[in-house]
């Protein structure tokens, strides 16, 4: 069984992982939650799912969160303020943190967790836009993997399996709606919300057969994020 802790379990990746727990059949197991102030979301996951621990990021969400499992859940631990996330990733108990809270407040428990030993399924962007090298080398150094699960990024990290890093020059994106003109092996594409990712190693001027392309790295288009 794989424990995991949620930093922002009441936002979009937060609710899907929710959802994956439901239908892991009991091969994971919710430890510990996090939020900023959605009070009666995290009451209904602590219905739910009954976690040992909560952390809220507000200090007054934080009070009524600590009153209601007082009345209800008085084994449930209540922590509040970037302390309280940092608890929530950092637990004994725990293997995984999906770290999916918003903006830069992900990069300190991020760093706690790696230093913990903990697994991280990172959702929060902004922490490698901020310290990518810094969180990186600590991941190396703790033997920690860090595994994205945010949509484009994580069809990237698929699409990357079974290659070595010298055989991939550059990524090809294409949004779900264009027609593909130049023939490729689907099997090897991953799809993401906004389209399809193929490690590829061809030169610039096949890629111009294509109708439309956002190369990662010297980037032509945009990308939704």
């Known amino acids: 069984?794989?424990?995991?802790?949620?930093?922002?379990?009441?936002?979009?990746?937060?609710?899907?992982?929710l959802d994956v727990i439901r239908n892991s059949e009991g091969k994971i197991n919710l430890i510990g939650i996090t939020a900023n102030s959605s009070v009666d979301k995290i009451k209904e996951i602590i219905k739910e799912f009954k976690p040992k621990y909560v952390g809220m990021m507000e200090l007054n969400s934080a009070k009524v969160i600590e009153e209601f499992c007082n009345?209800?859940?008085?084994?449930?631990?209540?922590?509040?303020?970037?302390?309280?996330?940092?608890?929530?990733?950092?637990?004994?108990?725990?293997?995984?943190?999906?770290?999916?809270?918003?903006?830069?407040?992900?990069?300190?428990?991020?760093m706690a967790a790696i230093e913990a030993k903990k697994d991280i399924a990172l959702a929060n962007k902004e922490t490698l836009v901020v310290a990518g090298e810094l969180v990186m080398n600590k991941a190396k150094e703790n033997n920690v993997r860090i595994l994205p699960v945010d949509s484009e990024h994580s069809a990237i990290f698929q699409s990357l399996s079974g290659y070595k890093n010298k055989d991939i020059n550059?990524?090809?994106?294409?949004?779900?709606?264009?027609?593909?003109?130049?023939?490729?092996?689907?099997?090897?594409?991953?799809?993401?919300?906004?389209?399809?990712?193929?490690?590829?190693?061809?030169?610039?001027?096949?890629?111009?057969?294509?109708?439309?392309?956002?190369?990662?790295?010297g980037q032509e288009g945009k990308n939704d994020d």
């Open 1 to 17: 069984m794989k424990n995991i802790s949620i930093l922002g379990a009441t936002g979009s990746i937060g609710t899907q992982t």
């Open 71 to 110: 009345e209800s859940y008085p084994e449930i631990k209540v922590f509040s303020g970037i302390d309280g996330l940092i608890k929530i990733a950092t637990l004994d108990e725990i293997d995984t943190v999906v770290t999916s809270v918003v903006g830069m407040i992900g990069l300190k428990p991020t």
């Open 170 to 217: 550059k990524f090809l994106h294409l949004d779900k709606d264009e027609e593909v003109t130049m023939s490729i092996n689907t099997e090897d594409s991953v799809v993401s919300d906004s389209g399809f990712f193929l490690p590829i190693s061809f030169s610039e001027n096949e890629l111009e057969s294509w109708h439309k392309e956002t190369i990662i790295g």
